[in-house]
Nanobody
Framework: QVQLVESGGGLVQAGGSLRLSCAAS????????MGWFRQAPGKERAFIAA???????TYADSVKGRFTISRDNAKNMVYLQMNSLKPEDTAVYYC????????????????WGQGTQVTVSS
């Protein structure tokens, strides 16, 4: 079974930083595109960042220059470094995976984690 487990969420003040981690299992991680989404109350789940198996990345405009996605294939881990956090970044953050392409991860990923809450106070 495929499992994605997020960690690192919590409460942070505006302007602060947080790093989210996602541990993947049950997949050939090195050939899997990974991504991060977020969902605020009353809003649709939105794509924020993705990384291909070869390390190429893509970001939503809302987080460009502030968030960085990375991966460690030796550890089957993907990370989201979040800097200059804003109250509007408050949401449940989800790790996602897709064995197809990075584009697939940005739209309809095959697998999802359980989510981790990030709250940014003003």
């Amino acid at each position: 079974q495929v499992q994605l487990v997020e960690s690192g969420g919590g409460l942070v003040q505006a302007g602060g930083s947080l790093r989210l981690s996602c541990a993947a299992s049950g997949i050939t991680f090195s050939s899997t595109a990974m991504g991060w989404f977020r969902q605020a109350p009353g809003k649709e789940r939105a794509f924020i960042a993705a990384i291909s198996w070869s390390g190429g990345t893509t970001y939503a405009d809302s987080v460009k220059g502030r968030f960085t996605i990375s991966r460690d294939n030796a550890k089957n881990m993907v990370y989201l470094q979040m800097n200059s956090l804003k109250p509007e970044d408050t949401a449940v953050y989800y790790c996602a995976a897709d064995r197809r392409t990075i584009r697939a991860v940005t739209t309809t990923p095959n697998y999802w984690g359980q989510g981790t809450q990030v709250t940014v106070s003003s």
